[in-house]
């Protein structure tokens, strides 16, 4: 084991003092959607017919979150925290490469701006392309092949297994 990756796995086992924010954070969170889930659930219409009705899956749902997020808050303020994975090969001197991360929501921006005129087939293959090029692959033709036949075949897996229509695009007739 390098040198580098023992003392990141000993500050990563070394509780701090006070508890771990970023656990409280995602408890803060979870506590924010199962509450929100919870209300949104009180909106649901129940219809004659159904005694149990629309509203039970939301409340049980909305009901663990909330349970979740306080148990996450207890087990943090009693110094539990996650251990780093032995086989983790993870260099934690490193930053974050925001160069990538900018890459890849450019694609995801560009990819909700254009679904709708160009179509699932199409986006999804410039998806598939520009995310695996924002990753590191300077294989642009393989990538499009592979996007497109992934891409066409999901558009067909949705519309025959599922019965969804996914966008067509300006592919529409031809697909």
């Known amino acids: 084991m390098s040198e580098i990756s023992e003392v990141g796995m000993a500050e990563l086992e070394s509780p701090e003092q006070g508890g771990d924010r970023a656990q409280f954070g ?3 969170l979870l506590a924010l959607i199962g509450g929100y889930t919870l209300y949104d ?4 219409r129940v219809g004659f017919g159904d005694p149990v009705g629309p509203q039970a899956f939301p409340y049980v749902i909305g ?7 306080v148990l996450l808050v ?9 251990t780093v994975e032995g086989g983790e090969d993870v260099d934690l001197s490193q930053g974050t490469d925001w160069v990538t991360v900018l890459k890849l929501v450019g694609v995801l921006v560009f990819t909700i701006a254009t679904i709708k005129p160009l179509g699932w087939a199409i986006t999804g293959a410039l998806l ?12 642009l033709i393989r990538d499009l092949i592979v996007g497109a036949v992934l ?5 067909y897996a949705f ?5 969804i229509a996914l966008s ?4 529409d007739g031809i697909l």
């Open 26 to 28: 995602l408890a803060a």
């Open 41 to 44: 659930a009180q909106s649901l």
């Open 63 to 69: 009901s663990v979150m909330l349970l979740l997020s």
């Open 74 to 82: 207890v087990a943090t303020l009693r110094g539990d925290r996650g």
């Open 128 to 139: 598939f392309a520009g995310s695996a090029w924002a990753l590191g692959s300077r294989t």
């Open 151 to 155: 891409s066409v075949g999901s558009f």
């Open 159 to 163: 519309y025959s297994g599922l019965g």
């Open 168 to 171: 067509p695009g300006i592919l």
